[in-house]
């Protein structure tokens, strides 16, 4: 069998190509690389044959030619003082940045500290800032409570109620107080509830009472006769101390003295008196009392129901002490008809007749 020519020459060296100047700059340029023959191809594969292609190959690529190999470049020589330098550099650059970040540190404890000083060394201010806040808080709500109160239709007089009456209708009361009707019960005008109620004079006093709402309570406290004073026509008028009318009627009521001996109208000195001693009588002293005179302020005289017995009492002083002494005499003389006199105190006597 003829081999084809060329077999066995040897392979031909590829030019040397062009240099690279990024591959020269590159470490790994440095390395050799293999340049593949035809020999090796064929040891690699199949044997082809001179002028034999299989049908339906490619032609096979050249080879490219292989790089040369650059010789590593050779270290250069360390300079122990320039290492030196460097390494002081660093270290006083890391030496830095610790300090700065200590700094940082440092810094941030301070202010720390400072506000917690700061706080501390404030604390009662805050507190009294807080309670005059507080307060002024509780005092706003107050005075919007307060103007709800006041305006708000919701707590407006709608009910009256009248307590405490014996002589005076409480339905006329009523009657008397309706211009006060749908007022709010803050706004309620105690000067028209005066003048309301000032026609009746057997009404010696009066309370009123809100109760929300919308209801006012008053409560009438009504003059109690503590005399009685006849009139010219033989009819009676009971009084009460400041001789103001509480009733009239034809015959006389019972414990009610009958004022003697007064005339002109009411109040007089002389019936000033004989209320002044009827006030400061005993209450049980009082009931037992059927007439009183007085001519004078020394010289007030009592008679007693049930027995033709009087009594002279003087003045209004020492009234308790009177009532005391006359009980004493009166458990020594029984009902015997006479006069009993308690004007001196000190020398109480009965004088029979």
């Given at each position: 069998m003829k081999r084809p020519e060329?077999?066995?020459?040897?392979?031909?060296?590829?030019?040397?190509?062009?240099?690279?100047?990024?591959?020269?700059?590159?470490?790994?340029?440095?390395?050799?690389?293999?340049?593949?023959?035809?020999?090796?191809?064929?040891?690699?594969?199949?044997?082809?044959r001179p002028g034999a292609r299989p049908s339906g190959s490619a032609r096979p690529a050249p080879a490219k030619p292989a790089k040369p190999v650059?010789?590593?470049?050779?270290a250069k020589p360390v300079d122990p003082r320039k290492a030196a330098q460097q390494r002081a550099k660093a270290e006083a650059a890391r030496a830095r940045r610790d300090a700065a970040a200590e700094l940082?540190?440092?810094?941030k404890e301070r202010r720390r500290y400072e506000k917690a000083e700061i706080r501390r060394f404030t604390a009662r201010a805050r507190a009294r800032r807080a309670a005059i806040v507080t307060t002024l808080c509780a005092v706003g709500a107050m005075v919007v409570l307060g103007l709800v109160a006041i305006f708000s239709p919701i707590l407006a007089l709608r009910t009256i109620v009248v307590q405490g009456t014996g002589r005076v209708d409480p339905a006329?009361?009523?009657?008397?107080?309706?211009?006060?009707?749908?007022?709010?019960?803050?706004?309620?005008?105690?000067?028209?509830?005066?003048?309301?109620?000032?026609?009746?004079?057997?009404?010696?006093?009066y309370s009123t009472e809100m109760i929300p709402p919308g209801t006012m309570v008053v409560n009438i406290v009504e003059r109690q006769p503590i005399a009685t004073v006849q009139q010219d026509d033989g009819t009676y008028v009971f009084v009460d101390a400041a001789g103001v009318t509480v009733e009239e009627a034809a015959d006389r009521m019972p414990g009610v003295p009958l004022v003697t001996d007064t005339s002109g109208s009411l109040p007089n000195?002389?019936?000033?008196d004989a209320v002044e001693v009827l006030l400061a009588l005993p209450a049980s002293l009082r009931a037992q009392v059927d007439t009183i005179t007085a001519r004078s302020h020394d010289d007030v005289t009592l008679t007693l129901t049930g027995a033709a017995q009087s009594v002279k009492w003087g003045s209004a002083d020492d009234s308790d002490r009177k009532a005391e002494l006359l009980a004493v005499l009166q458990q020594l003389h029984g009902g015997q008809a006479g006069t009993f006199d308690v004007s001196a105190i000190d020398d109480g006597i009965f004088r029979a007749g």
């Open positions: 060329g077999f066995d020459k040897p392979a031909e060296q590829p030019a040397p190509a062009r240099r690279d100047s990024k591959a020269a700059a590159s470490p790994r340029s440095s390395r050799p690389v293999a340049a593949r023959t035809p020999v090796a191809e064929r040891a690699a594969g199949q044997t082809k650059r010789p590593a470049k050779p940082r540190r440092a810094t006329a009361v009523q009657t008397a107080l309706d211009d006060q009707l749908g007022t709010p019960l803050a706004l309620i005008d105690s000067g028209r509830i005066d003048s309301d109620l000032a026609q009746f004079p057997i009404i010696q006093s000195p002389a019936f000033e």
